[in-house]
């Protein structure tokens, strides 16, 4: 009795899986036209939370996960967020972009990574944070094969080498070298290796 209910489990299984594919590419190719550009194979798997798609570009086998959120702020005057041939971003993750956010190629972000090219003011003890609008507005790059860990925070003018590794938890105010290991908040670079 035990093989054949284990059978079952697994078709019932791979029937999940084969639904939550296919869900996930309807949505992207009807959801495609609406974005400045999305390349062949690249998948957004819902839910998911979009707002100026018209200035998000996807390039080709990018995976996006569940729960994620990409958002650009007002009407930038080109593309604010791009993301590069091959990356995977595991899911939970948001992307907030008023003027920049570039990730390059085959970039790996794991579950909850939080990127923005602002921070919000908090300043006007009159206003609650919500309503007070963004400040230090700045490019953020993420390089080819960069990978960054669960829960990590990138803000404002910072640029995240080629290669490098960004530990769990991280907070990354500033810039991280080419094939380098950062890990704290804030961030600091505790090895590098390779290319350099």
């Known amino acids: 009795m035990e093989p054949v209910r284990r059978k079952l489990g697994r078709s019932y299984l791979a029937g999940h899986r084969l639904w939550g594919r296919a869900r996930a590419k309807m949505f992207s190719l009807g959801a495609a036209p609406a974005f400045a550009a999305f390349g062949p194979h690249s998948v957004i798997q819902p839910p998911v939370r979009l707002s100026g798609e018209e200035w998000i570009a996807l390039g080709e086998r990018v995976f996006v996960g569940p729960g994620s959120w990409l958002q650009v702020l007002g009407h930038p005057d ?30 790996l972000f794991a579950r909850n990574v939080y990127i923005a090219d602002h921070m ?18 700045g490019p953020v790059e993420i390089c080819d094969g960069a990978w960054l860990g669960q829960n990590v925070v990138v803000g404002p003018n910072v640029r995240v080498g080629i290669g490098s590794v960004v530990g769990a938890n991280s907070v990354v105010l500033s810039d991280i070298p080419d094939y380098s290991v950062a890990v704290g908040a804030p961030a600091r670079v505790v090895r590098s290796f390779g290319a350099t």
Request: with cysteine; hydrophobic share 45%; proline share 0%.
């Open 120 to 137: 919000h003011r908090y300043d006007d003890t009159n206003l609650a944070v919500l309503d007070q609008g963004i400040i230090r507005i």
């Open 78 to 107: 080109a593309v604010a967020i791009e993301i590069g041939d091959g990356t995977s971003i595991v899911g939970d993750c948001v992307l907030s972009a008023a003027r920049s956010i570039r990730l390059g190629e085959r970039v």
